[in-house]
């Protein structure tokens, strides 16, 4: 029996609830409840303590077995969250994976649903508790014009970003993640194979975007350590992080892409191109990415993700995915406040941040769009480094800025004022290059022979590299007006610069592909930089004639030809379509060059992001008896090349997810191109014999 309830002082009669509700508690006659009780449907109870069988009564049993019923369902609940998205260390092992098919079940953290029987508490250790949560804070937004008149007026210290460790996931974004992870592991290769792709691929991995296993700056990748690399792919893939688990899944992507035909028929089922398995990483590295943005908008293991899948967009010959993917790791680095961390040269956050906006100011000069980044963005200062490679492409992420804005700014005004200010800006800015060509580059990377065997593959691509792309900005600074030197000689400097910028592409690349640490390295953007040197080589004598000499001419030609065998042994080794289409091109042109072009069909393509080529065949049949026609033109004997393009290399057309307008697509789908040609010329190549029957190996040009 329980205690007596305790008496309440005299002139008490509201109920309970009426006094916690501070109403009048009204009771109407012959009623058992108030009204304001019976108005809300609760329980009318005196002000005092029942006795235990007052506490049986028929409205409290309801309520107890209604709280039941909601602690039953809070538990199922509980029970029903996924494992992973509970706190583990992220170093943890579980187990090797066993089977490349089952990779979902290699840990706990992936496979497991169970709950843990609790969750830490974590104790604030501040005293007073901010009125602010900075760990919430954007840290793209610190120089924002209201936070910074809220820090100007406030009477407290500046609020400031707090660095934190990933936000946990919610449980759909945990069921997401599993859900991926489930849908790649058929595609993940055994341990054995992975440790092979590792094995044949580390002399490479200085070349790609640093790789970090860890928060130093020193915790990084590099060649010899097998054991290491393929615990952190483990660990990544267990680690429950979206970033850390794609950034694993696309370096394990970029040594499928690396290693030779020969070698990858062991290492993946026959019935999987190569290109299309990496294709497959990258699809589930977005999903993931996805997930990484979703609750902060970046992460730094994110923006590091994103410079691989640039990376791989390269050497795929996929110009407008890297741009993409550029723009997002830009993105993705403003959110997570990068710039601003990016004070010392050392640091990862500094190093993924200026890979990023860099290349996106290459790969938006090259495609002719306009940059995410203005000169006066933070973090765009140049950082104290004695590397000379940081130098010239920290000078040319300046410069290509430069010339987004003068082509972005087309010198197409009706005045002639206009024009001579444009080709201004073109030749301060080819002064400026050719200046810090002297200034940056060490004499010895110039010399003959500079690529020794006992120089590491690292240097050598670097110092190529930085040559090719370099010297492709200055031919590109000059194109424009030198597709203008066929009809005004005021711009007869423009093809002398881009002529001897293009003959400096082909040495450059012809000395690194016959280096026989260079021969196997895939870049089909590079190849494809160098195909349209050799392009430029072989048309800059037809547009502009009388600044052209047979020898010179001669000699070029010599140059296209071994551009095209480079070309035709990077086809053989690897998997390169930009390769095996520039070599068919290049022979075309040849051909074409000494009037010998005899196929039964016209030859039409288009270049992405260099214009038109068009070659007429021959009249001429081998075994054909030449006999001069009474009416014959001069025509007749000749294979005409026509060439058209946008000078300034500006609206190229873009679909929906680029595949149709990517260096590796079909270049003689005709569809492709630029929306409006604002350039185009054709010419006479041959004859191979003149209209007497001897023979001759002119090249004379004409203009359509």
């Not at 497959?280 to 994110?302: N, P, S, V």
């Not at 008896?625 to 000078?647: G, I, L, W, Y």
């Amino acid at each position: 029996m329980g205690l007596p309830g305790k008496r309440m002082r005299l002139g008490t009669k509201s109920c309970a609830e009426c006094r916690r509700r501070k109403v009048r508690c009204i009771f109407a006659p012959g009623q058992d409840r108030c009204d304001q009780c019976q108005a809300h449907s609760s329980s009318c109870v005196p002000q005092e303590k029942q006795d235990a069988a007052d506490e049986a009564s028929p409205s409290g049993t309801e309520d107890v077995v209604a709280l039941r019923k909601r602690l039953d369902e809070l538990e199922t609940l509980m029970r029903g969250l996924p494992g992973d998205m509970l706190s583990q260390p992220s170093g943890s092992i579980h187990g090797g994976l066993t089977d490349g098919s089952t990779a979902a079940s290699a840990s706990p953290s992936l496979a497991d649903s169970r709950s843990p029987p609790s969750i830490p508490f974590q104790q604030n250790n501040h005293i007073y508790p901010s009125l602010i949560n900075t760990e919430q804070i954007n840290p793209a937004l610190q120089s924002s014009p209201l936070m910074g008149l809220f820090n100007e007026s406030s009477i407290f210290d500046a609020i400031t970003y707090t660095t934190t460790t990933s936000a946990p996931l919610t449980p759909t974004a945990s069921s997401r993640l599993r859900q991926c992870l489930a849908q790649f592991a058929p595609f993940l290769p055994r341990p054995e194979r992975v440790s092979k792709l590792f094995d044949r691929t580390q002399q490479y991995w200085p070349i790609w975007p640093p790789y970090f296993f860890g928060p130093g700056d020193t915790d990084r990748l590099a060649p010899g350590q097998l054991q290491l690399a393929e615990k952190t792919f483990h660990n990544a893939l267990i680690s429950g992080h979206p970033g850390q688990t794609a950034k694993a899944i696309l370096f394990l992507a970029l040594a499928i892409q690396q290693t030779p035909k020969s070698l990858i028929q062991s290492l993946i089922p026959p019935t999987i191109q190569q290109q299309d398995l990496v294709d497959t990483y990258i699809e589930t590295a977005q999903t993931l990415l996805q997930l990484d943005t979703e609750a902060t908008g970046g992460t730094l293991d994110g923006v590091e993700s994103m410079n691989l899948l640039y990376k791989l967009s390269i050497n795929a010959g996929r110009p407008q995915r890297a741009w993409y993917w550029n723009r997002q790791a830009v993105t993705a680095a403003i959110c997570c406040g990068l710039p601003k961390k990016s004070t010392r040269g050392g640091e990862r956050s500094a190093q993924a941040w200026s890979m990023a906006w860099r290349a996106e100011r290459y790969m938006a000069m090259t495609l002719g769009l306009p940059s995410s980044t203005s000169a006066l963005h933070p973090g765009m200062e140049q950082l104290p480094d004695e590397n000379p490679v940081v130098a010239i492409m920290y000078y040319l992420g300046v410069v290509c800025g430069k010339i987004i804005d003068r082509d972005q700014n087309r010198g197409d005004g009706d005045g002639d004022g206009d024009r001579r200010s444009h080709y201004a800006t073109t030749i301060d800015l080819g002064e400026d290059i050719e200046a810090a060509k002297q200034r940056l580059f060490p004499a010895h990377w110039w010399a003959e022979g500079q690529l020794s065997a006992d120089l590491s593959q690292a240097e050598g691509w670097y110092r190529q590299s930085c040559k090719v792309i370099f010297l492709t900005v200055l031919k590109l600074v000059h194109l424009p007006y030198m597709l203008r030197a066929a009809t005004d000689s005021r711009y007869a400097h423009s093809w002398d610069t881009a002529m001897g910028a293009a003959r400096d592409i082909c040495t450059t690349y012809c000395d690194f592909r016959h280096w026989p640490k260079g021969g196997a390295e895939l870049c089909q953007v590079m190849d494809f930089r160098a195909f349209s040197a050799a392009l430029v080589l072989v048309l800059g004598h037809w547009i502009a004639p009388a600044r052209s000499t047979p020898a010179a001419a001669d000699a070029d030609a010599t140059q296209v030809r071994d551009v095209a065998l480079c070309l035709r042994q990077t086809a053989a080794v690897m998997e390169c379509r930009v390769a095996e289409q520039a070599v068919r091109t290049l022979d075309v042109l040849d051909a074409a060059r000494r009037g010998v072009y005899m196929s039964d069909d016209d030859y039409d393509v288009m270049i992405p992001y260099f214009g038109k080529i068009r070659i007429n065949k021959s009249f001429f049949q081998p075994g054909q008896e030449v006999q001069k026609p009474e009416a014959a033109s001069a025509a007749d004997f000749f294979n005409t090349v026509e060439f058209s393009t946008n000078d300034f290399l500006v609206d190229f057309q873009f679909d929906g997810d680029g595949s149709a307008a990517e260096l590796c697509c079909d270049w003689t789908e005709l569809g492709l191109g630029y929306s409006s040609m604002d350039w185009g010329q054709s010419f006479m190549a041959g004859p191979f014999f003149d209209m007497e029957g001897e023979v001759a190996a002119a090249t004379l040009p004409g203009q359509a």
